[in-house]
C-alpha cells in the first residue's frame, strides 16, 4: 500500500472533512520518515529523523500532525510525544485528537519547559516547531532522544536567523492557493498612512461595524494600553493581551462577545484561532511577522464573506506581496479609496496572460541561426 493509500484509509476512519493538500502532505510526511520518499527525479530518498511541516496558519496543521501520528502508530507502534510552549496548544491538541475521531492512542501532552519529560517517547511532535532553534528545547531533546521528531509551523524562519534543526521540510498550498481553492478566508487590504495609536483608535471607533471584532498589534506594551484606554473611553469592549495577563480568560470573552478588540504585542500571533476574528490590524513589520499577523484574520467563519487586513504605508512587508485582496483600499483626508481594479478587466488580463503563457512562438529559420551561443557555465 502506497503512503498516500495508507493516508486515505485513516482519513476514512476519522471525522475529518478530507482536504487534498493534507493527504498529500501527511503522506510525503510518512515517506520522509519511512525512506520512501521519492525526490523528484525519482529516486528515493534516505530516511530522515526529523521533518517540518510548513504550512498556514488555518490549514490545519494540527490534524496533519495528528493523522501522521496515527499513521506511524498502525504501521510502527509508535509511543507519541506532543510538546508546546503554550497550554492552550495542548489543549486545542488534545481535543482535535478526541473530536475528530483521529485515535492516537497513547498520546502524552508535554509543555516545552517540563523539567523532567518522560523519556519512553517514539515520536516527539513540537508544535509551533521554529521554537525548536531557540535553545528552549536542547533540555527536551538530550532527556527523550525519539525515534523521530515532527514540527509543525506556518512560520519556520526565525528573526534571529537561528538555523533550523530539521532534516527534510514538507511543504504544500500557499496562502494565496488555500484562499483560491476556499480554504481560508478571502480578504480586503487597507492601507493607512502612519501607525499611530490616536489615528488608529478615531478609525475604529468611527465604523466598529465594518471592522468588528479586532486585533490590534503594536510594538510596545504602552502602546497596547494607550489604545485600549482610548476605546474604553468610547465605550469599546477591549483589553490588553501580555505574557502576564489571564490569556485564557480574556480569549474566551473575546470568543463569547464579551470583548470587541484585543490589543497586543505578538503574544497573539501562535495559540490564538478564533474563526469570529474579523479585522487584524498589523503593526509595521517584515515578512515573517507580517504573515503570522494577518492569518490570524484567514479563518473561515459562517456570516463573514471576507475578513479585514489593516497595514500602514511604513510597513517592509504589505501583506497582499503574500495573497491578492479581493479589495484594497486606500485612506485618504476625505475617506476609502479604492484601488480594485475592475473585475472584467481583471479577468481579461488574467486569461490574456494565460494565452501569451501557453502561446509557442518559433523563430524563422535565419533568426535562430543568428542567435548567440550561450557562454559555458564553468562548474567548481
Known amino acids: 500500500m502506497s503512503d498516500l493509500a495508507a493516508v486515505e484509509t485513516i482519513l476514512g476512519q476519522t471525522r475529518i472533512e478530507p482536504r487534498p493538500y493534507q493527504a498529500r502532505i501527511v503522506a510525503k510526511t510518512l515517506g520522509m520518515f519511512l525512506g520512501s520518499h521519492r525526490n523528484g527525479a525519482g529516486e528515493v530518498e534516505p530516511a530522515a529523523r526529523s521533518v517540518m511541516i510548513e504550512s498556514p496558519t488555518g490549514s490545519g496543521k494540527t490534524v496533519m500532525g495528528l493523522l501522521v ?21 495542548l489543549q486545542q491538541a488534545e481535543a482535535e485528537n478526541r473530536a475528530k475521531g483521529i485515535g492516537v ?7 516545552m519547559f517540563e523539567k523532567d519529560p518522560p523519556t519512553d517517547i517514539d515520536l516527539l511532535v513540537l ?8 535553545g528552549s528545547m536542547a533540555h527536551l531533546h538530550n532527556v527523550i532522544r525519539p525515534r523521530w521528531i515532527l514540527g509543525l509551523t506556518a512560520t519556520p524562519f526565525r528573526t534571529d536567523r537561528v538555523q533550523l534543526c530539521f532534516d527534510k ?13 476556499g480554504f481560508l478566508s478571502q480578504y480586503d487590504h487597507y492601507t493607512v498612512p ?53 490569556r485564557e480568560s480574556q480569549l474566551e470573552a473575546f470568543r463569547q462577545g464579551d ?4 490589543a497586543n504585542c505578538m503574544v497573539l500571533t501562535e495559540g490564538f484561532d478564533d474563526p469570529s476574528l474579523q479585522t487584524a490590524w498589523v503593526r509595521p513589520s517584515g515578512r515573517g511577522p507580517t504573515i503570522q499577523m494577518a492569518g490570524r484574520a484567514l479563518r473561515k467563519c459562517p456570516g463573514l464573506e471576507a475578513k479585514q487586513v489593516v497595514q500602514c504605508k511604513q510597513t517592509r512587508h504589505p501583506f497582499l506581496k503574500t495573497a491578492r485582496p479581493r479589495q484594497q ?9 479604492s484601488l480594485t481594479i475592475n473585475p472584467k478587466i481583471q479577468t481579461c488580463a488574467e486569461n490574456a496572460c494565460r494565452v501569451i503563457a501557453q502561446t509557442v512562438v518559433e523563430l524563422p529559420a535565419f533568426l535562430q541561426q543568428k542567435q548567440p551561443r550561450r557562454p559555458r557555465r564553468l562548474r567548481f
Open 169 to 181: 521540510t514538507v511543504k504544500d498550498a500557499g496562502i494565496h492557493r488555500l484562499i483560491q481553492d
Open 127 to 134: 508544535d509551533e516547531g521554529h521554537h525548536d532553534a531557540a
Open 69 to 89: 501520528a496515527r499513521a506511524l502508530q498502525d504501521l510502527a507502534g509508535v509511543r507519541v510525544g506532543w510538546v508546546a510552549m503554550r497550554r492552550n496548544l
Open 259 to 262: 470583548l470587541q478588540v484585543l
Open 194 to 246: 502612519k501607525w499611530d495609536v490616536g489615528q488608529l483608535a478615531d478609525l475604529y471607533c468611527s465604523d466598529q461595524q465594518r471592522w468588528g471584532k479586532s486585533v490590534f498589534f503594536f510594538h510596545s506594551v504602552a502602546d497596547c494600553h494607550a489604545l485600549d484606554r482610548l476605546l474604553r473611553e468610547r465605550g469599546v469592549r477591549s483589553d490588553v493581551v501580555t505574557g502576564t495577563s489571564d
Open 329 to 337: 483600499f486606500l485612506w485618504e483626508p476625505d475617506g476609502w479609496k
Open 105 to 111: 492512542d497513547p498520546i502524552r501532552f508535554i509543555s
